[in-house]
């Protein structure tokens, strides 16, 4: 039970597939509190998915690009936060699939503020919580290094999810309290779905992950997730971990 005692806000849970929905079960199977976010037409989505949980979590409203959710958070949580989960990610058709050069500084700006700048928003608005310290997680897609296929403005929004993390880490450490992020491989969710030619991601690991991947299985990352929640990376921030077999570190 590593997380006995402690109270994790996860973000992004949309159904039992959601890598967030994997690691909310986890981390109330090792003891945490679980309180969800969720709003609009997703609410009644995160609503099924948490009766699915080993015990259903409250959810409250949160919008990341609406100041007034993120004003109010503080107060609809309550109480203290130990942890919190950012699995928020968002980019409109025109800046996926092959559309880098042609998508519209309208549709990048909402990629951006969804899938990067809400980090700093997120931890912002948490950070009344954390008067104990505590950890920030967020799920990435590695963009610090190369270009992907069909990625196109959502891997510079990660790149900027990254960098963003380490000035959090910056900012944030004496208080306490760690950012770092989880740059999974490939799994089949909702928003890897949205991606057109996701596939392509699928055949690159299943040939290349020294350790083997499985799409099918996002527990791995979740035991990540969980792992940097607990007492056991006292004195780690500003990391990507890689959670992806092994992809990373092979060249050819």
């Known amino acids: 039970m590593l997380l006995t005692d402690k109270r994790i806000l996860v973000t992004g849970v949309l159904n039992d597939a959601s890598m967030a929905f994997h690691v909310a079960r986890r981390a109330q199977d090792e003891g945490a509190e679980v309180v969800l976010t969720s709003f609009g037409r997703a609410m ?12 259903e979590p409250v959810i409250v409203e949160l919008d990341v690009t ?28 025109s800046c996926l699939g092959g559309g880098f050069l042609t998508a519209p500084w309208e549709d990048v700006a909402i990629a951006l503020q969804v899938s990067a700048y809400s980090l700093k928003a997120l931890a912002v608005a948490c950070r009344p919580l954390m008067t104990s310290g505590g950890s920030i997680v967020g799920l ?15 891997g510079v929004a990660k790149a900027a999810f990254e960098s963003t993390a380490r000035y959090l880490a910056r900012d944030l450490g004496p208080q306490g309290i760690r950012v770092n992020l989880i740059a999974a491989g490939p799994v089949r969710t909702i928003a890897a779905r949205s991606i057109p030619g996701f596939e392509k991601f699928e055949e690159a690991w299943d040939q290349r992950a020294p350790l083997g991947w499985n799409v099918k299985d996002p527990s791995p990352v979740a035991a990540a997730c969980v792992a940097l929640f607990t007492d056991l990376f006292p004195a780690t921030t500003g990391e990507v971990i890689h959670v992806d077999g092994g992809y990373h570190a092979i060249g050819a």
């Open 44 to 55: 009644s989505l995160t609503q099924r998915a948490a009766r699915r949980l080993p015990s």
């Open 66 to 93: 609406d100041p007034a959710h993120l004003d109010a958070l503080a107060e609809r949580v309550g109480g203290h936060l130990d942890g919190v989960l950012h699995a928020i990610g968002f980019a409109p058709e």
């Open 140 to 154: 990435d897609f590695d963009n610090s290094r190369v270009a992907w296929p069909v990625y196109d403005w959502m």
